[in-house]
C-alpha cells in the first residue's frame, strides 16, 4: 500500500478548514447544511483511515454509524429549513429572528 | 508517497467541495457536493473498505444529494441564485480556515503519525458484520429506532398545516 495515513489525514485536515469556513461565512441555510456534510465526511474520513491503518474493524463499523446517523440529521436539518422558509419566505438564516433568545 | 489515483481523488474532492459552497447557484452546488462525497467513497476504496464506500455511495450520493436537491427545487427561484454574504465576514472566514489548516496541520506533520505505515491485510467486511451482530447490537437498534423517529420527525415538520384533506386529493 502506497498511501500513507498522514495523506489521508491531511486530507481530512483540508476538508475541515473548508467546512468551517463554510459555516462561519454563508448566511444561507441549505449552504450551512452542506459545510455540515463536508465536516462529517472529513470525521468519517479519518475513522476509516485510522482503522485501516491500526488495522482494527472499529473504525469501519463507528465510520457506518455515523452515516446513518448523518442520514437522521441531514432529513431533520432539511425539514426545518422547509418549515423555516415556509414562515420567513426566506433562506437566509439572519432573518429567522424569532429564533433569537 | 501517495500515488496518482489518489492526488487526483483529493483534487476532486477538495475542488468540489470548495465549488459546493462557492458556486452561484444552489443546484450546481448541489451537485458539486455529490462530488465531494463521491470522491470521500473514493477514498474508502483506496483504504480497502468496499464495504463503508458502498454505503457511503448509497446513503450520501444515493439519498442525501438527491434529498438536498429536491429541497432546493422547493424553494423560490431568486433565492436560488443569490448569494448573501458580507465581504470583510468573507475574507475574516479564509483567515480563519487558513490559520486552521496550516495549525492543525503542523501539529499533524509533527506528531508521530508520519511514521505510520502498515504492512498487514485490511479488515474483512465480515467481520464487521459480526461485530453489528455481537458486540455493538444495542447500538445497531438504537441506531435503527433513531431513523425511524428522525424520519417520521421530518414528515411531521414538513407537512403543511394550511392545506385541507380534501386539497390534498387533488
Given at each position: 500500500?502506497?498511501?500513507?495515513?498522514?495523506?489521508?489525514?491531511?486530507?481530512?485536515?483540508?476538508?475541515?478548514?473548508?467546512?468551517?469556513?463554510?459555516?462561519?461565512?454563508?448566511?444561507?441555510?441549505?449552504?450551512?447544511?452542506?459545510?455540515?456534510?463536508?465536516?462529517?465526511?472529513?470525521?468519517?474520513?479519518?475513522?476509516?483511515?485510522?482503522?485501516?491503518?491500526?488495522?482494527?474493524?472499529?473504525?469501519?463499523?463507528?465510520?457506518?454509524?455515523?452515516?446513518?446517523?448523518?442520514?437522521?440529521?441531514?432529513?431533520?436539518?432539511?425539514?426545518?429549513?422547509?418549515?423555516?422558509?415556509?414562515?420567513?419566505?426566506?433562506?437566509?438564516?439572519?432573518?429567522?429572528?424569532?429564533?433569537?433568545? | 508517497?501517495?500515488?496518482?489515483?489518489?492526488?487526483?481523488?483529493?483534487?476532486?474532492?477538495?475542488?468540489?467541495?470548495?465549488?459546493?459552497?462557492?458556486?452561484?447557484?444552489?443546484?450546481?452546488?448541489?451537485?458539486?457536493?455529490?462530488?465531494?462525497?463521491?470522491?470521500?467513497a473514493g477514498f474508502f476504496l483506496l483504504l480497502d473498505s468496499p464495504f463503508v464506500a458502498?454505503?457511503?455511495?448509497?446513503?450520501?450520493?444515493?439519498?442525501?444529494?438527491?434529498l438536498i436537491l429536491f429541497t432546493v427545487m422547493l424553494v423560490k427561484r431568486e433565492l436560488?441564485?443569490?448569494?448573501?454574504?458580507?465581504?470583510?465576514?468573507?475574507?475574516?472566514?479564509?483567515?480563519?480556515?487558513?490559520?486552521?489548516?496550516?495549525?492543525?496541520?503542523?501539529?499533524?506533520?509533527?506528531?508521530?503519525?508520519?511514521?505510520?505505515?502498515?504492512?498487514?491485510?485490511?479488515?474483512?467486511?465480515?467481520?464487521?458484520?459480526?461485530?453489528?451482530?455481537?458486540?455493538?447490537?444495542?447500538?445497531?437498534?438504537?441506531?435503527?429506532?433513531?431513523?425511524?423517529?428522525?424520519?417520521?420527525?421530518?414528515?411531521?415538520?414538513?407537512?403543511?398545516?394550511?392545506?385541507?384533506?380534501?386539497?390534498?386529493?387533488?
Open positions: 500500500m502506497s498511501n500513507e495515513l498522514i495523506d489521508f489525514v491531511l486530507v481530512s485536515v483540508a476538508l475541515l478548514g473548508i467546512g468551517i469556513y463554510g459555516l462561519s461565512v454563508k448566511r444561507n441555510a441549505i449552504r450551512m447544511l452542506f459545510a455540515v456534510e463536508i465536516i462529517i465526511n472529513a470525521a468519517n474520513l479519518n475513522m476509516v483511515a485510522f482503522g485501516r491503518f491500526l488495522p482494527h474493524s472499529g473504525g469501519q463499523t463507528l465510520a457506518l454509524f455515523s452515516i446513518a446517523i448523518a442520514a437522521a440529521e441531514v432529513a431533520v436539518g432539511l425539514s426545518l429549513i422547509i418549515v423555516a422558509y415556509r414562515m420567513y419566505q426566506n433562506i437566509d438564516i439572519a432573518d429567522f429572528r424569532s429564533l433569537k433568545g | 508517497m501517495a500515488d496518482a489515483v489518489f492526488l487526483a481523488l483529493s483534487v476532486i474532492t477538495i475542488g468540489s467541495a470548495i465549488a459546493a459552497l462557492e458556486l452561484r447557484s444552489l443546484i450546481y452546488g448541489s451537485i458539486a457536493l455529490m462530488g465531494t462525497l463521491g470522491g470521500i458502498m454505503f457511503q455511495i448509497a446513503v450520501y450520493v444515493g439519498s442525501i444529494a438527491v436560488i441564485f443569490k448569494k448573501i454574504e458580507d465581504k470583510r465576514r468573507k475574507f475574516a472566514g479564509i483567515g480563519l480556515m487558513l490559520v486552521l489548516m496550516v495549525g492543525l496541520g503542523s501539529v499533524i506533520l509533527d506528531s508521530g503519525i508520519k511514521s505510520i505505515t502498515t504492512d498487514e491485510p485490511a479488515v474483512d467486511f465480515r467481520d464487521i458484520g459480526a461485530d453489528f451482530l455481537t458486540y455493538y447490537w444495542p447500538a445497531l437498534i438504537l441506531m435503527a429506532l433513531i431513523l425511524a423517529g428522525s424520519v417520521t420527525g421530518a414528515l411531521v415538520l414538513a407537512r403543511r398545516e394550511d392545506v385541507g384533506n380534501e386539497q390534498r386529493a387533488n
